[in-house]
């Protein structure tokens, strides 16, 4: 493996230099350093370097990543779509920008109607009668909806009974975790053949056990859940509650309305549908939606039911008024375009990619395809593409998910992308996909242009180790 020839800052550091304001590379003006509260004598451990070695350590770091704007991210079922700079120079704005909340209210009163304004565009768009903002992040909200679920058959002195939650497999993973957190029992249902879930497999399973069922649709094969009003019927007959998950919304807003066939919440993804920063760690933003039976139970609804606030202050301010200026400016027939259009580019990949991977359920598909590695040559698998895919501009796929695909590829192209770079994307599946066939163990070594070149996956996993050590050490050791 060849390492990053940029050492880490600490490694960077020079007992002769400073490291504040200097004249000349190495002396600190003195009546500066007067005034500053950090001055060397203080710093303790903090290291000394210049500021131009700060400033061109972190520019080449910059370098090294790879983002939007440099090219695709086809990451399935995690919409990595551009996020339109107007946005971001609106939430760039001083007035809004360095705002805090615990101003006081007459200063935070625009705020205050800007969200007031998101969530009832998010109410309309999703068809709930109530949205709350409060949770920072899709899983977030996805716990939050849950735990507001077990509120409900807690005051209905159902809570001891009502412990089992229903998940088809193409659910994502953070389903039954966030349902097992809150004391849930987790039942997974096997999809059918066509890669979604039937009603009939789900009937059996509807007891006075049941509490909720968790459905991602589309789900994560990128196939509409075409019995889901009919299954979400079926377990409000049983009593139970009916969990949407709204990763995969950019596929249908302004298409159909979750709350009208029979969903009783759903979280919203912020970062994926509606422009907003997305990586990294952060910053996220989940709200939720959610019928009339269960506001009382939401954070923030004031009633004694709440089950109390699950963000400090108001929620990801950043991330609101970003997803408010996009729903801004495209309106409801905009956002229903940008659905169509990511229809259109992820079928337009299937369409062309068909031919050449394997897909194994090939029923139609909405915004993402799922492929795997069946049909490719010479033992070079699913990774082993992704990994060469770098080389060629691109951000590897998702792989291996769904788990329900065995050496799945996951591709999501989202409306953002042209034509022309869907096509040069195929050009380069289909180029990967001749060097398998001449060169395996040249694709097996890949990627071949990145600072650092393939990791070992399983030794990463099991001797994690994010500790810096000082190079000396490093060679000592």
């Not at 229809?343 to 897909?359: F, G, Q, T």
Request: hydrophobic content about 40%; overall charge negative; some cysteine.
């Amino acid at each position: 493996m060849r390492t990053i020839s940029e050492p880490p800052i600490f490694e960077l550091a020079d007992d002769e230099h400073p490291g504040f304001p200097a004249v000349g590379p190495n002396r600190v003006v003195d009546a500066v350093e007067a005034d500053l509260p950090l001055r060397r004598d203080r710093c303790g451990g903090f290291s000394q370097v210049d500021e131009i070695d700060v400033v061109r350590h972190y520019t080449r770091l910059s370098n090294l990543n790879f983002d939007i704007n440099r090219g695709m991210y086809p990451l399935g079922s995690c919409t990595m779509k551009h996020n339109p700079l107007l946005n971001e120079k609106v939430a760039a704005d001083p007035h809004f920008a360095h705002c805090h909340p615990t101003w006081p209210a007459k200063y935070l009163k625009a705020h205050r109607e800007v969200m007031a304004e998101l969530a009832r565009d998010l109410a309309e768009v999703s068809g709930f009668d109530e949205v709350c903002l409060q949770p920072a992040a899709g899983a977030h909200g996805e716990l939050t909806a849950i735990f507001m679920i077990k509120a409900y058959f807690d005051a209905r002195g159902e809570g001891a009974t009502r412990k089992t939650v229903l998940i088809p497999d193409t659910a994502h993973g953070t389903n039954p975790a966030s349902a097992a957190m809150a004391g849930f029992v987790c039942k997974q249902i096997a999809s059918g053949p066509e890669g979604m879930l039937r009603l009939e497999d789900v009937l059996p399973h509807l007891d006075g056990t049941v509490a909720a069922i968790m459905v991602t649709n589309p789900n994560t094969l990128g196939v509409y859940e075409r019995d889901f009003t009919r299954i979400a019927d079926a377990v409000h007959r049983a009593g139970g509650l009916v969990y949407m998950d709204g990763a995969n919304f950019n596929a249908v807003m302004g298409v159909f309305q979750a709350g009208r066939i029979g969903a009783d919440v759903m979280h919203f993804n912020l970062h994926k549908t509606f422009t907003t920063p997305h990586g990294g760690g952060g910053p996220g933003s989940g709200p939720i939606g959610y019928v009339k039976a269960l506001a009382p139970f939401a954070p923030g609804s004031g009633a004694p039911e709440s089950i109390g606030p699950v963000k400090a202050y108001f929620g990801q301010w950043g991330m609101f008024i970003r997803a408010w200026c996009y729903i801004r400016a495209l309106g409801g027939v905009g956002l229903r375009e940008a659905s169509e259009q990511a229809i259109l580019n992820a079928n337009y990949l299937r369409k062309h990619l068909e031919p050449s991977l394997n897909m194994p359920c090939r029923t139609a598909t909405l915004h993402e395809a799922v492929f795997n590695d069946r049909n490719v040559p010479n033992g070079v698998t699913t990774g082993d593409l992704a990994k060469r895919l770098i080389d060629y501009g691109f951000h590897p796929p998702t792989v291996y998910f769904p788990i329900m695909v065995r050496g799945a590829l996951m591709i999501e192209p989202t409306e953002t992308e042209p034509r022309r770079e869907l096509d040069r994307f195929i050009a380069a599946v289909k180029c990967v996909l001749d060097e398998a066939a001449r060169e395996p163990e040249m694709v097996k070594a890949a990627p071949h242009t990145t600072p650092v070149r393939r990791v070992d996956d399983v030794r990463a996993a099991r001797r994690l180790d994010l500790r810096w050590t000082p190079a000396t050490d490093a060679r000592s050791s």
